[in-house]
């Protein structure tokens, strides 16, 4: 079946600093993959999306490239901010529409 | 954006009672709905798909008689948990999906149930 691995947190970093999350997946086909970030107190909301191998998907300064060789998607920002404390999930579409997410990763950023 | 309520956020009940969440598509319709568990430090683990006016579909592995689910309107489904127990106290999470693929998905904030 389909599963989604990425790295342990928490991740912490300095503000300014160089952000890679980790992740990879198992699927039959190629499903889409999804970033999806959760701030304290509110629901998951979409980061990101691609649909097709090589395709990047990017927002907010984040960006995945979808990468069938390596079955992976991992999330990169160039440069943190306090404000992108959060917890990142990555996630794949299968049939039916449903998703399947990762453990997630929390971020923390500090001054 | 679309907006996804739930309500309560939390809830502390006792062993063997009955809850009730809401989970409800504040400005948009709908067709779908998903509920999820989550456990701490694990993944959001898809417990049932309900689409409106249909029986929920449940996961693998999810009791469908203990974990009932009602979606009688497009922007309302609700996940009842029926003669609670300790090990049911999770963190229970919704989705809507309105008209679109997988990433027309919107969430809810969760609620935290607490079975004593």
């Known amino acids: 079946g389909n599963s989604v691995t990425q790295m342990e947190g928490p991740v912490t970093l300095s503000e300014e600093a160089f952000l890679t999350i980790n992740c990879t997946y198992t699927?039959?086909?190629?499903?889409?993959l999804f970033w999806y970030v959760q701030y304290p107190g509110e629901g998951l909301q979409l980061l990101l999306k691609?649909?097709?191998?090589?395709d990047k998907g990017s927002n907010k300064g984040f960006e995945a490239t979808y990468r069938k060789e390596t079955t992976s998607f991992h999330l990169e920002k160039g440069s943190v901010q306090v404000s992108d404390s959060a917890v990142y999930f990555c996630?794949?579409?299968?049939?039916?529409?449903?998703?399947?997410f990762g453990t997630g990763t929390q971020l923390k950023v500090e001054l | 954006g679309a907006v996804v309520s739930q309500h309560p956020s939390w809830v502390i009940c006792k062993s063997g009672t009955s809850v009730k969440i809401e989970c409800r598509s504040l400005?948009?319709?709908?067709?779908?709905m998903f509920w999820y568990r989550q456990f701490p430090k694990q993944s959001l683990m898809l417990m049932a798909t309900?689409?409106?006016?249909?029986?929920?579909?449940?996961e693998q592995g999810v009791e469908k008689d203990k974990f009932l689910i009602n979606h009688a309107s497009l922007t309302l489904s609700t996940l009842t948990v029926t003669s609670a127990h300790p090990e049911d106290s999770s963190f229970y999470i919704c989705?809507?999906?309105?008209?679109?693929?997988?990433?027309?998905?919107?969430f809810g904030p969760g609620t935290r149930l607490t079975v004593l």
């Open positions: 989705s809507a999906r309105g008209f679109g693929g997988a990433d027309t998905q919107y």
């Open positions: 699927a039959t086909g190629y499903p889409s």
């Open positions: 691609a649909t097709k191998a090589d």
């Open positions: 996630a794949l579409g299968g049939g039916g529409n449903k998703l399947t």
């Open positions: 400005d948009f319709q709908a067709t779908t």
């Open positions: 309900s689409n409106e006016g249909s029986k929920a579909t449940y």
